[in-house]
Nanobody, 124 residues
């Protein structure tokens, strides 16, 4: 079992940047493909990005493509989501998640382990 902890959220003005971190413990991160999701108040959890086990493949939701970049360092059991050009509609709780599949899908149900989430608030 892997335990995930996100950090790096906060309050930022529109156009600003934040870098979220996801640190794993319990098992090596290289055993898992990863996903990033977010959930705004009153809305369902939605896909943001996914990465293969090695990090060699990444995929993004259309709403964040070109602004967000996922990366990972398996040797240090850490993954990141760099978020640039933030918009008020990016405001949400952001979660990292892992799956033992080679590459997770865009549905939350594809992921077995989740962090507790970190709040990102973008002011206009």
């Amino acid at each position: 079992q892997v335990h995930l902890v996100e950090s790096g959220g906060g309050l930022v003005q529109a156009g600003g940047s934040l870098r979220l971190s996801c640190t794993a413990s319990g098992r090596t991160l290289s055993s898992y493909a990863m996903g990033w999701f977010r959930q705004a108040p009153g809305k369902e959890r939605e896909f943001v990005a996914r990465m293969s086990r090695s990090g060699g493949y990444t995929d993004y939701a259309d709403s964040v493509k070109g602004r967000f970049t996922g990366s990972r360092d398996n040797a240090n059991n850490t993954a990141w989501l760099q978020m640039n050009s933030l918009k008020p509609e990016d405001t949400a709780v952001y979660y990292c998640a892992t799956t033992s599949q080679v590459l997770g899908g865009g549905s939350p149900s594809a992921y077995a382990y989740w962090g507790q989430g970190t709040q990102v608030t973008v002011s206009s």
